[in-house]
């Protein structure tokens, strides 16, 4: 099973509550990381719930990566492309 995209925003639903809670921390606190179980639906919340609602504000600069083996080379690569 693949996780929930942007794309999918529509069809996500559940959880509410959990996205909600993501949306205020990311505006009182600089780094909110989602940690949890392997298949725990982190990343579907993520895409397809907090990313469309920060999208809307129209404020946010948004870049998804995968840190791979070289995590700071990755976030660079993707700040420079956000440019």
């Known amino acids: ?12 639903f559940g959880r509410e509550k959990f996205t909600h809670e993501l949306f205020e921390m ?3 606190q600089n780094l909110v990381a989602v940690i949890g179980a392997s298949g ?15 999208r809307e504000e129209g404020i946010w600069l948004i870049e998804s990566l995968r840190p791979k083996s070289e995590p700071f080379d990755e976030l660079a690569l993707a700040l420079k492309i956000a440019k």
Do not use: C, T, Y
């Open 40 to 54: 725990s639906g982190k990343s579907s919340v993520v895409f397809a719930g907090l990313i469309p609602r920060l």
């Open 26 to 28: 990311a505006h009182h």
């Open 1 to 12: 099973m693949s996780a929930f995209g942007e794309k999918d925003a529509a069809f996500f």
